[in-house]
């Protein structure tokens, strides 16, 4: 009995410090630059985060909002699957265009989105700039459940509208 007690010991926190874990099974790899778009034509763009297909376990979106955003808002959050590959990840106008992203017609709001071990699915953000110039923000902030635990991770991609 007292084994058990001790191997439950080292057990129990090795699985709360993994299930704690910030980022959990959504790990971003984007490269970290930034998208850049001219001022006015893009003053409502949009923006695509790719989310990876080789997830570990379901994960529901639960909140998203930018890092360091200069002159920029957040104003939306959709999860676009893709049923014929392509994906988003880039920085465009804001609506997504139907004849380029056929799939933005059935994206759903991001905040309870669930995504599956290989779904192929893009976070797009409605990014509003202005009044002030330029306009930017260094990041994504996800949060995120998998598994019963709260994560959080970021994309290392931001994006600009004026001097970049």
């Known amino acids: 009995m007292p084994i058990i007690l001790a191997l439950l010991a080292v057990c129990i926190p090795l699985t709360a410090c993994e299930a704690l874990s910030p980022t959990g099974p959504l790990d971003l790899s984007d490269t970290g630059g930034t998208w850049c778009g001219d001022y006015p034509l893009y003053v409502t763009s949009s923006m695509g985060v790719n989310i990876p297909s080789d997830l570990s376990s379901d994960i529901t979106i639960t909140d998203v909002w930018l890092n360091d955003a200069s002159n920029m808002t957040l104003d939306g959050a959709w999860l676009m699957q893709h049923r014929d590959g392509g994906l988003l990840a880039g920085f465009g106008r804001f609506p997504l265009s139907e004849d380029t992203f056929p799939d933005w017609a059935d994206a759903v709001p991001a ?11 893009d976070l797009v953000l409605k990014l509003l700039s202005g009044p002030d110039m330029p306009a930017r923000m260094s990041g994504v902030h996800i949060v995120y459940t998998a598994g019963g635990w709260e994560h959080v991770t970021d994309s290392h991609s931001g994006a600009g509208v004026g001097e970049c």
């Open 111 to 121: 905040i309870g989105a669930v995504v599956h071990p290989g779904d192929r699915a």
